[in-house]
């Protein structure tokens, strides 16, 4: 029995994760669960699998239950379900959307859970820490982003010496068959439109100016512990191989299959078992697999998740605050599209922020310092 912690429950990651919990209830007990603002969604996950301990985002959305179970709120209260401890195999599944995931990541490690991560930022903005602590109370940090799940699947078995380099495959997004000018005039609503997979908006518009791919380069340098020049980026409209692995003799290994999250998921929760059974399965005569460049000058917010590896230490921070602020004005109609990555570049390059050591004190507080920053500079009210 896997006893699970799923933060962001009523999110994209978190209602898959329960449709797996639900097909294999003798696998699984949901022991704690973060929910969001769609509290009638909260109401029927709350009361279906009835976890010990549920968080709330806010006091006001707190509701009675039919059952006893404690109940908190807010960040304290992410911080209380990752704390919260009784069982053995206990799996903290992180879905948590922005910095909120980073303390919750930190603070079940201390209480030697597995992680199940698909909160990037954890590791875009504290990967050394992170690795530190996993490596200290030697717990298991297993992603579950699909570009992540496959290049774990491709190395397995492999000495990494033997890399030559890490290739991450990307969708491209709403916007990816339209160039730099056909930008300048795009809409929310547009934005929104991903060909290929259902996410939350935010991570949905940082598929569009790329910086989720951006994010991932970052992701997988720390996972695999593979220099990040040696990490590269490529465009796959079909979203069919996930990810692959190129080693020195010239081979290539892959990892491919249907556009649907319950399978890296799955292999997350049951790691290093291929235990989902698909509901349906990729049509071999009938691929067809296209792969383009994926070029800095169209998509410039990739080029910074590089240049922020590069600067190293708080930049990471500095980047991913700078670009969650920057995605929730657009998403409030206070920007453009394209002012999003000016508006990253502005504070990436910005030399104050090299007189903050990289600790997570610093990273949160400068984290909270920029966002507050760019939302005042923009009329935006978080």
Known sequence: MR??????????????????VRDNPQDFKVVGMSVGSNLEIAKKYIEEFKPEIVCFRKKEHIFKISYDAKIVYGDCGLIEISRYHKYDNEYLVNALVGISG??????????????????????????????????????????????????????????????????????????????RSELLNVTKEDALKHPNWHMGSKITIDSATMMNKGFE????YYLFDIDYKHIDTILHPQSIVHSMVEFKDGTIKAEIGTADMHTPISFALYYPSHNLKASNYLDLLNLNLNFKELSFDRYPCLKYAYMALEKGGIYLAVLNAANEAAVYLFLHDKISFLKIEEIIYQELTNPNYEKYQYCLDNILQVSNMIVNKILLDYGGIK
């Open 217 to 220: 380069v970052i992701e997988a």
């Open 3 to 20: 006893y699970l912690y799923i933060l962001g429950a009523c999110g994209s990651i978190g209602s898959q994760t329960l449709d797996i």
């Open 102 to 179: 980073l303390m919750p990541t930190v603070e079940a490690i201390k209480c030697h859970k597995t992680i199940c991560l698909a909160n990037k930022e954890t590791l875009v903005v504290a990967g050394d820490i992170i690795k530190s602590l996993v490596k200290e109370y030697n717990v298991s940090l297993i992603p579950i982003d699909s570009e992540h799940s496959a290049i774990l699947q491709c190395l397995s078995g492999e000495d990494k010496k033997e890399v030559k380099r890490l290739i991450i495959t990307a969708s491209g997004g709403s916007f990816r068959d339209k160039s």
